[in-house]
């Protein structure tokens, strides 16, 4: 279970490794963004997508030097990193690079990626599933908890409501609150417009205003992707948070949640 004194946490990055020059700039910028307002920060970018809208997306730039280039941010700036897995073989070899591995939410049900995560020993954030009741989750959960592995986040990303569209169910927060561990808010992928011809769209317009709710309620971190320059993104180019609005978002959440601290 989650200590009070914990420090909320930030994770951030750009949605996909594109290049190492990015990588590095959107790093320093948000270390130095999260030290003025005493946030853990985690750098979080994928080292590869899996889930694509369509077949002719890019995928990334070849696993190991992505993964490579997430263990120098590691090193350079002596923060933790996150990244999404997709099988029993990505989270071995994801493992020996970064500190948290990342179940992607349409994958949130798959029992051995839980496990072969799970038993790494490495933190474990699982994305709730479009699809999933956020009672459900613990469900998740457990899977990894059974394995021995009790460092599990939770993070809500928004419920499918009917075709292309999410919507935030903010009772979830309070719902998933309920399995003790962490629970973080994903407010970029919340304002997706999923599957829109080839690629996802989105309202990148609402992921402040969900953000301050989210926090509202009560939440132990903040997800968010950003890029230098969302349009020229290789992957979630409609729902990325340009990068120079990333300082303007964290003050206004570490606002509302030091409220709520008092």
Known sequence: ???????????????????????????????????????????????????????????????????????????????????????IEEAKLAARYVDILQIPAFLCRQTELLQAAARTGLTVNIKKGQFLAPQDIGKAAQKIELEGNKDIWLTERGTFFGYHNLVVDFRSLVIMKEFGYPVIFDATHSVQLPSQSDVSSGQPQFILPL????????????????????????????????????????????????????
């Not at 307002?37 to 970018?45: A, G, L, R, T």
């Not at 890019?58 to 030097?65: A, C």
């Not at 180019?237 to 601290?261: C, D, Y």
């Open 211 to 262: 953000a301050r709710a989210a926090a509202a309620v009560g939440i132990d971190g903040l997800f968010f992707e950003t890029h230098p320059e969302p349009n020229k993104a290789k992957s979630d180019a409609a729902s990325q948070l340009p990068l120079n609005q990333a300082e303007t978002l964290i003050e206004q959440i570490m606002k509302i949640v030091r409220l709520g601290s008092i």
């Open 1 to 87: 279970m989650m200590k009070k004194e914990a420090p909320f946490l930030i994770i951030a990055g750009p949605c996909l490794v594109e290049s190492k020059e990015m990588l590095f700039a959107v790093a320093s910028e948000l270390v130095n963004i999260c030290s003025k307002h005493d946030v853990e920060y985690i750098f979080k970018s994928s080292y590869k997508k899996a889930n694509r809208t369509s077949a002719a997306s890019f995928t990334g730039i070849g696993d190991e030097l992505a993964l490579s280039y997430l263990a120098e941010i590691k090193e350079k700036f002596k923060i933790r990193v996150l990244t999404d897995v997709h099988s």
